[in-house]
Nanobody, 121 residues
Framework: QVQLVESGGDLVQPGGSLRLSCAAS????????MNWVRQAPRKGLEWVSA????????LYADSVKGRFTISRNNAENMLYLQMNKLIPDDTAVYYC??????????????RGQGTPVTVSS
């Protein structure tokens, strides 16, 4: 079955950087778009970014555009999120989520257990 394991979350000061990773297994990783979504305390799930199966199409929420970069390594079944210039509003549990199609624009379904990111001084 689909398994997604996120890592890399931490406590970081405002303006700092973090790199999140997601190890995927149980499906043909290179055949599906992938997403990062997040859930801040006492808020609903928010889509953050998506990448197509080949990596040639990437999308970002306006709230993270210019600060976050999504990437993937299909040879290693890994998804990444480089987060720069972090602000307190980025505090959330971050999940990677498997898309339902190769495009970055498709819906997503399965997600992992999440990794917590706290941005605070």
């Amino acid at each position: 079955q689909v398994q997604l394991v996120e890592s890399g979350g931490d406590l970081v000061q405002p303006g700092g950087s973090l790199r999140l990773s997601c190890a995927a297994s149980g499906f043909t990783f290179s055949g599906f778009g992938m997403n990062w979504v997040r859930q801040a305390p006492r808020k609903g799930l928010e889509w953050v970014s998506a990448i197509s199966s080949s990596g040639d199409e990437v999308l970002y929420a306006d709230s993270v555009k210019g600060r976050f970069t999504i990437s993937r390594n299909n040879a290693e079944n890994m998804l990444y999120l480089q987060m720069n210039k972090l602000i307190p509003d980025d505090t959330a549990v971050y999940y990677c989520a498997k898309g339902d199609e190769p495009s970055a624009q498709g819906a997503w379904s399965s997600r992992g257990q999440g990794t917590p990111v706290t941005v605070s001084s």
